[in-house]
């Protein structure tokens, strides 16, 4: 009786003033609500209607609730428009995103992490370097594979796209250089580059392409792969095999 008289009441644009309960077992409303609404098997339905049908509402007041059965959401009014309720990023999909506006990310400098079984697989840590000639470059630090690798505090721009392991972990010091994965590798100058292997190290522009315990510690020195060779000197190359050290 109390809910039919409470929705002719409505019906009949008469004003309430007191709190109201609609509920089957006659208990009082919370002392907090205007309205409180209870069951413990039925919900409550909220007008549902299309996206075009919500938008043609004249003058919507805010804090308007419908549901709109064409994006299969809820929708509310605040401060002039139309809010989704669910207007974060779905696990299905994303439709609508404006290319330089959508992004999934931070807006502050700390590092963001993504895991799988909740172990990092990647970490993103924002980076940046004030030049007097050309003004300041941003350019992040992209960090995949184990949890221990890492790129040393004022380096830019570096990249370890894997590997590594515990004990054994990828590490990259200088700025622009690159670790594509293996395990215990370094690239300790300016656009070095560690393609994979173990235990192999790079200089200034240098590049060692892989294996293991191979070193092309002189400026823009190659060290194609193989074991334990070391190319020493500026331009210095070394094409494979074992224990070769390259001084031109």
Do not use: H
């Amino acid at each position: 009786m109390r809910t039919l008289l409470f929705f002719g009441l409505l019906a009949l644009g008469a004003p309430l003033a007191a709190q109201v309960s609609v509920n089957q077992d006659n208990s009082a409303p919370d002392p907090s609500a205007m309205l409180d609404v209870k069951s413990s098997d039925k919900g409550m339905l909220v007008p549902r209607m299309t996206t075009a049908q919500r938008a043609a509402i004249a003058n919507p007041a805010t804090g308007l609730l419908v549901f709109d059965t064409d994006t299969e959401s809820f929708w509310y009014r605040d401060s002039g428009a139309w809010v989704n309720l669910i207007a974060g990023w779905t696990l299905t999909g994303n439709a609508g995103t404006v290319d330089g506006t959508n992004f999934i990310g931070t807006t502050d400098n700390v590092a963001l992490d993504f895991r799988v079984n909740n172990a990092r697989g990647l970490r993103l840590e924002y980076a940046e370097e004030f030049d007097p000639f050309f003004g300041t470059t941003v350019a992040p630090n992209l960090i995949g594979g184990f949890s221990g690798n890492s790129v040393a505090a004022g380096v830019i721009g570096a990249t370890i796209s894997g590997g590594g392991k515990t004990d054994f972990k990828n590490a990259i010091s200088a700025p622009f250089a690159t670790i594509a994965g293996g395990f215990d590798n370094t690239a300790n100058g300016i656009g070095a580059v560690v393609a994979g292997g173990s235990e192999n190290s790079a200089y200034v522009y240098s590049t060692v392409g892989g294996g293991r315990n191979n070193k092309a510690n002189g400026g823009t020195a190659v060290v194609t792969g193989g074991s334990d060779n070391n190319a020493t000197d500026t331009w210095s190359t070394v094409g494979g095999g074992a224990l070769n050290n390259a001084t031109a």
